[in-house]
């Protein structure tokens, strides 16, 4: 049988610890991708913290420097990834309220016109029923993953999906019900 630790680690402590020597590369590859300190601090926390799990999972002889820094571009991208859809889909209902008003930019009515338009959308959100309130509060305010909302909701992983997607389309119609009813 093959041990998942080099000969030379004695316990998943000591692999752990060896592994943390590339924490300064992990936190640059983070500081990449979202170039903000806080953000990569976070997300590199969240590397070591997949490390801690996946760690029993490494073989012997691999390079453990190219599966750490591994870990780390992906849980950058899905980062990147979850961010962009996020901000697309909350920037989107924002922008179109905001074309419609014709306010033009850096001026205080812009300002205020996009802390309204931000309050209705959390109100939007707060008055759907709570089955397509959990899932979108914790996929767009906690980032949680749909797996992850699976595991927290006790659903299958399809029944996540549906609800994002309902409750997407509804917030989306109140959203222009709003618009029809200001216009």
Not at 13 to 33: A, D
Request: overall charge positive; glycine content about 2%; aromatic content about 6%.
């Amino acid at each position: 049988m093959i041990s998942p630790f080099p000969k030379s680690e004695k316990s998943k402590e000591e692999l752990f610890f060896r592994l943390l020597e590339h924490k300064n590369t992990v936190f640059y590859i983070c500081l990449g991708y979202t170039s903000d300190y806080p953000q990569a601090e976070e997300l590199t926390q969240e590397v070591y913290l997949k490390v801690w799990e996946k760690i029993e999972t490494i073989e012997t002889g691999l390079n453990l420097k190219a599966w750490v820094l591994t870990l780390a571009k992906n849980k950058c991208l899905d980062h990147v990834r979850r961010e962009k859809i996020r901000r697309s889909f909350l920037v989107d209902l924002i922008a179109r309220k905001q074309n419609k008003m014709n306010v033009s930019q850096n001026t205080p009515e812009k300002d205020l016109a996009l802390r309204e338009e931000q309050i209705r959308l959390k109100r939007t959100v707060l008055d759907l029923p709570e089955k397509l309130k959990q899932v979108i509060v914790l996929r767009e305010y906690g980032e949680c993953s749909c797996q992850q909302i699976a595991t927290i909701l006790n659903i299958k992983l399809g029944t996540v999906h549906s609800r994002l997607n309902r409750a997407k389309i509804r917030i989306q119609k109140n959203v222009e019900e709003d618009n029809e009813k200001q216009n």
